[in-house]
Nanobody, 123 residues
């Protein structure tokens, strides 16, 4: 099992940056595919970015390509989401998720979730 705790959310003006962190507990973090998702009020939770085991392979939603970067530090059991050039439409609760089988786009495929961190971008 793995427990996940997100941090780094906050309020920022459009064009600004934030870095989210997701700290994992457990001894096998390097065995988990990691994803970041977000959920805006009244909307479904959607995929933002994902990273495979070694960190060399990543995927992004079209809406964040070129602005967000996902990375992981297996020694620190942490996955990061660097968010630049933030837009008001990026406002959401951001969640990290872990799965031992593969990197999925559907939230329902993930076994483990953090509690979420709020990101608010004002215009």
């Amino acid at each position: 099992q793995v427990q996940l705790v997100e941090s780094g959310g906050g309020s920022v003006q459009a064009g600004g940056s934030l870095r989210l962190s997701c700290q994992a507990s457990g001894r096998t973090f390097s065995s988990y595919y990691m994803g970041w998702f977000r959920q805006a009020p009244g909307k479904e939770r959607v995929f933002v970015a994902g990273i495979r085991l070694s960190g060399t392979s990543t995927n992004y939603a079209d809406s964040v390509k070129g602005r967000f970067t996902i990375s992981r530090d297996n020694a620190k059991k942490t996955v990061y989401l660097q968010m630049n050039s933030l837009k008001p439409e990026d406002t959401a609760v951001y969640y990290c998720a872990a799965d031992p089988h593969d990197l999925y786009y559907a939230p329902s495929e993930y076994d483990y979730w953090g509690q979420g961190t709020q990101v608010t971008v004002s215009s």
